[in-house]
């Protein structure tokens, strides 16, 4: 008995459910205020399952309020919100991790006393932002390439400030506290966020979060696998696949856009901008992309994607499906929107005062910068745009300006789910004078594909015998066509990175008589004596026709004699067949000694 007892204990245990764990919780949590009218709040994510965060903001020691009564998406570090009052006061912030219904632990963060003041991290009164017409927001971030010089400065408006500080700098710099200049150069890639402030009055300050994105040093391409390709027969045409030949030993990631039968590579800065790249890569995988369309077109500024697909297979050219949008993303800007440089799309500014972060607003929609006058533009329109990568190669960048010159119309489209919508400079593939007021299956300029990829574009910089095959790049695929000879040719392939940096590899490539002919019959067809028949077939060979054999009902294999040729008709009076079921078997040999293989043929004489 006492064995049954432990046993019905141990079972009723094991039925026992899982005990759900709560997310970890958030540590260094910090406020700051950039000028009287604002307070934002950060802290570090220590957790890897949470499904989103709380906020929460207590002022002068008053009741705590909840900022989000919709949560902030799980990849979150950074709220911004309007002040309360322009006066002093005192505010404390607590963030909590969430997973589904569980909770971590809440983390508060130190009291911050935010002054009334002259001085403004935030806005410069003297630019305004094009989009707005508001004061323009001074950017939170700034990049660099790693082991270089880094020097940045505190920008204070509207007073002089006592001092300045700063915390959390990225290792090598260092601040001058008199002139408010930050300092140095950082080694490793990655994200370093700083906090930034000036000091007034003796003992008032602001401050504001800037993010230092420091991109890898240059580099070269490297062999990552080294491609060998066996002996190719001379009727060979297609595609290789090359994307694991090589690699950058910098850069991890990249991505290969597939347009109008054309290739972008673009390098994708996964350690400067971590958070838009899982975006926007959560998005290829998915498949999201493939089928877009390339919904606008600004010459001589930007085109724009990834926000429609058709509705269904076969849908008319103005029935839209909308992207599945996923959480937004927090912007990461600092990298400059300088021409051949991808970022994403957001909403509009909110206008002054207003709780909301359109600056955090990005989904799945992306846009090329083309115009030259961008950076001085989008840097900063909107707390800066984030640009995440940046297209790879000469062939890239001018489909990139090819687009942007293509004539433009404004069409409606049926959006499947929303309201229709009229969209304005729609890119279409005709010229000026014929582009259709309502668009055909060929008027709209779609991507076929988004795939990732290593982030080198990939070219052909020497074949030593083009008489015996061709052979072209597009994208990540080698194609190659053999012109029906044998013979050997050297492919030089060579790889260029975002850096400029390129290294070669020579693939051999042999054209030879690899396969064997073909054979079939024709016809089989009785004759005198009883016991024979007239059979007739045709072989067929991609180089030259050896000779064949055949036998009947698995006798002795008989020389059928010699054929010429690529091409040649088999007749032949057979004997040894007999009453029911009967085998013929054929087998035909080029000049190589290939082989066909057996072709056998049943049927029944009555």
Known sequence: MKFLFLFLVVAAVAKLPALALPPAAPTGVRAYAPNQNRVHVFWTDNASDETGYKVERQVDGGVWENLTPTPLPADFELFRDAAVSSAEQTYKFRVTALKGTEESTVTESQALVKPSGPLNLFQDPGRSDLSTGLPLEIPEGSSARAGSAVSLSIQAFGGTPTSYEASNLAPGLSLSESTGFVTGSVAEPGVYRMLLGVVFDTNKRFEQVRFLR??????????????????????????????????????????????????????????????????????????????????????????????????????????WREVTARDPVQNEPGISNAPYTIAFA??????????????????????????????????????GFTAFGEVVGTVGRGLVNGVNNLVTKDYNAVIIGPPSGAFSQVPVLEAAANAPNTPGPNTLLRIDSITPCPPVAIDIAESTNPGVLTAAVEGMLLYIESKGVTGTSSITLRATNLDGNTVTYVLPITIEDVTGPGVGLTKIRGTRPLGSLLVKGRASD?????????????????????????????????????????????????????????????????
């Not at 002054?352 to 030259?372: C, I, K, L, Y």
């Not at 002795?556 to 690529?566: A, D, P, T």
């Not at 057979?574 to 290939?594: H, P, T």
């Open 542 to 606: 991609n180089v030259e026709l050896g000779r064949w054999r055949y036998r009947v009902n698995r006798g002795s294999w008989v020389n059928g004699g010699v054929l010429s040729g690529k091409s040649a008709v088999i007749t032949e009076k057979m004997s040894g067949f007999r009453s029911g079921k009967n085998i013929i078997e054929i087998e035909v040999f080029d000049k190589k000694g290939n082989s066909s293989g057996i072709l056998k043929q049943t049927f029944t004489l009555g």
């Open 214 to 319: 420091v991109l890898p040093e240059a580099s070269t391409p490297v062999v990552r696998t080294p491609l060998v390709l066996p002996k190719q027969n001379p009727g060979v045409s297609g595609f290789i696949d090359i994307s694991t030949l090589f690699r950058d030993p910098e850069r991890e990631k990249g991505a290969w856009f597939y347009l109008a039968g054309e290739s972008i590579i673009i390098a994708l800065h996964d350690t400067a901008t971590p958070k838009t790249v899982r975006n926007f890569l959560n998005y290829v995988e998915r498949k999201d992309y493939d089928s877009s369309y390339i919904h606008r077109n600004i010459p001589g500024f930007i085109f724009q994607g990834g926000g429609y697909t058709p509705a269904t297979v076969g849908a008319a050219p103005t029935a």
């Open 346 to 383: 957001k909403r509009a500014a909110l206008s002054s005062g207003e709780r909301g972060t359109p600056r955090d607003s990005a989904t799945s929609e992306w846009f090329f910068n083309v115009g030259s006058a961008n950076p001085q533009n989008l840097d900063f329109q909107n707390g």
